[in-house]
């Protein structure tokens, strides 16, 4: 267990929600780059089924995600131990969200797959930084 005075030392030393929000959007950026770019790749060149190749890519760009989220937006001090279960727990629940919105829109309403995959990155970006700075990372 850490003393209050280690535990003052650690919150000083975490990003202010700014920079910290500004790094996330930053490795979300890298995260959904290497998300969308599996996923586009995999329905236009192996013929791979939309909500397959948004699945699979979601998880590729989510080990992007963690190292850039521990590393750099939150500056995390929680043991890997700790952090990645909590992580695995809120990817889950990001992934069966995406799947669902993603589902949704391409499946029944008939967007376009990369339309649909823009639309449910952005109702679930604010969620996921919620999620991250008050539990994963904290």
């Known amino acids: 267990m850490s003393s209050p005075e280690q535990a003052a030392t650690r919150a000083d030393r975490r990003p202010g929600h700014r920079r910290s929000f500004i790094l996330y959007i930053v490795s ?47 500056a995390s001090e ?23 919105i993603f589902w949704a829109l391409h499946d029944q309403y008939e967007l376009h797959y990369v339309v649909a995959q823009v639309l449910t990155t952005g109702l679930l970006v604010p969620v996921g930084y919620v999620i991250n700075r008050w539990w994963v990372f904290r």
């Not at 952090?83 to 995406?98: D, E, G, Q």
């Open 28 to 74: 979300g950026v890298a995260s959904v780059a290497t998300h969308y770019a599996f996923m586009i790749a995999v329905v236009e060149l192996a013929a791979w089924r939309e909500l397959v190749a948004t699945s699979v890519g979601f998880v590729v760009g989510a080990i992007t995600k963690y190292f850039m989220n521990y590393f750099l937006a939150f």
């Open 78 to 100: 929680e043991p890997h131990l700790q952090a990645i279960p909590r992580f695995a727990v809120m990817l889950l629940t990001l992934f069966a969200a995406n799947g669902a």
